[in-house]
């Protein structure tokens, strides 16, 4: 095998560099909010399940979900701290499963809540207009 190996479920590459500098620069293109979030939870994670705590694991979690929205982001890391899953053993590959799926299945779940729940009701000043009563 020439070059770099690839992963073939998320692609990542591997690479044999420190992974400090990168872990870094994932980091810095998040929000603020989105930073403390992902920090607190790294922590958790590499705290309480000892075969994650490794730059290596840290860098491939980040770049798996370097795509996705910091609102999938925090809702995955809340869903994933709600739980308490990092006490369980459930690390780094399956919060990012759970953001990833939650990126794909957002748009189809917000129809399905508002096929359930319906939408908000108009105004009365509106509605009134509509039907020519004003």
């Known amino acids: 095998m020439s070059g770099q190996q690839v992963c073939p479920a998320c692609g990542y590459k591997y690479n044999r560099y420190p992974k400090a500098t990168a872990i870094r620069d994932l980091l810095f293109k998040r929000d603020k909010s989105t930073k403390q979030k992902l920090r607190s939870v790294i922590e958790l994670i590499r705290e ?4 994650e705590d490794t730059d290596d694991k840290t860098h491939k979690f980040l770049w798996g979900i370097k795509d996705i929205e910091n609102k999938v982001v925090i ?7 709600k739980d308490k899953m990092y006490l369980s053993g459930k690390g780094f590959a ?12 957002r748009k189809a779940l917000e129809q399905a809540e508002l096929k359930k729940l319906g939408k908000t009701p108009k105004s009365l000043k509106i509605k009134r207009k509509e039907l020519g009563y004003d």
């Open 48 to 51: 309480y399940i000892p075969s």
């Open 75 to 81: 809702w995955g890391i809340k869903m994933y701290c």
């Open 94 to 105: 399956f919060l990012r499963a759970i953001m990833q799926n939650h990126a794909k299945d």
